[in-house]
């Protein structure tokens, strides 16, 4: 598969760029003065309990939700007054289903291209690439109400590159899955760095998955990013024999278990609130 170039100006430096980046509903501050870095063709993972304020980053650096005060530039673009240029540059993928289950994988793949502006005489082509990358090739004209959970996240995937973002971006790209389909969009997510060269940016609650994948983590709790490094560097700080489980309850003093019963106001009043 060939790599299909992009204009953006962030191609071969830094893929995202936050300073004090900071997002408030009311008195509830979610995410708290973030600031970090992400690089191109890296695989970035912003780690933390359910309610840490991963995902309401994540909606700020793909311009669902302004933010209530810093600055960022993704793919290059600044968040607030490029924002349209931003979108152009990145793709999602929601934690929310996003495939139509009446449409074949190809159909949805088609709906999503002519959504993203691709020209009309590459759509096929870019179609078939994102099939392969994928491994959805032999499924592409089933019903995808018909695929396992992992090939519906996979086929996501694929919609999300069919315009060639220099930036993608995945929020918890495996909840839900048995480990089996967890493995296989860890394996996907590799290939679909080194294809396309794309910063791939993954919030998750899963330690071993932020372990297994990413280049550098950054562990997020309440709001605030509390540190950026390597897995492997994280680990020694704690010990030899250390996991980023240890890593996470040293630094926040608590156990990964999907957070305490105040992580789990926070989540579900804010969804409430901006559902």
């Not at 673009?77 to 999602?92: E, N, S, W």
């Not at 489980?245 to 040293?250: C, G, S």
Request: net charge positive; glycine share 10%.
């Amino acid at each position: 598969m060939t790599v299909i170039g992009t204009d953006s100006p962030a191609s071969g430096g830094l893929a995202i760029e936050t300073f004090a980046l900071s997002r408030r509903f009311g008195a509830l501050t979610a995410v708290d003065g973030a600031s970090l870095s992400v690089r191109s063709a890296e695989i970035f993972g912003l780690i933390g309990p359910n309610g840490a304020g991963k995902s309401t980053l994540i909606k700020m650096l793909t311009t669902m939700l302004p933010p209530s005060g810093g600055h960022a530039t993704v793919a290059g673009f600044d968040l607030r007054t490029q924002a349209g240029q931003v979108r152009r540059h990145i793709g999602y993928v929601p934690q929310l289903l996003s495939a139509d289950g009446e449409l074949t994988g190809y159909e949805n793949l088609l709906l999503s291209a002519r959504l993203y502006l691709v020209p009309r005489g590459e759509r096929e082509g870019r179609i078939r690439q994102a099939l392969e990358l994928m491994g959805l090739t032999e499924v592409r004209d089933r019903l995808v109400r018909q695929y396992s959970g992992g090939m519906i996240r996979r086929l996501e995937i694929a919609q999300s590159t069919l315009h060639a973002p220099s930036v993608i971006f995945l929020d918890e790209p495996t909840e839900g899955l048995d480990p089996v389909g967890r493995h296989a969009v860890w394996l996907h997510i590799r290939d679909l760095r080194a294809r396309l060269g794309a910063a791939v940016i993954v919030t998750t609650h899963y330690m071993d998955e932020a372990d297994a994948l990413c280049d550098r983590i950054a562990l997020i709790d309440r709001g605030r990013i509390l540190v950026t490094d390597t897995p492997t560097a994280l680990k020694r700080q704690i010990g030899e024999r250390a996991t980023l489980d240890d890593v996470f309850a040293q630094m926040t003093g608590q156990a990964q278990e999907g957070g305490n019963y105040r992580d789990v106001r926070r989540t579900r009043r804010a969804a409430r609130e901006h559902a």
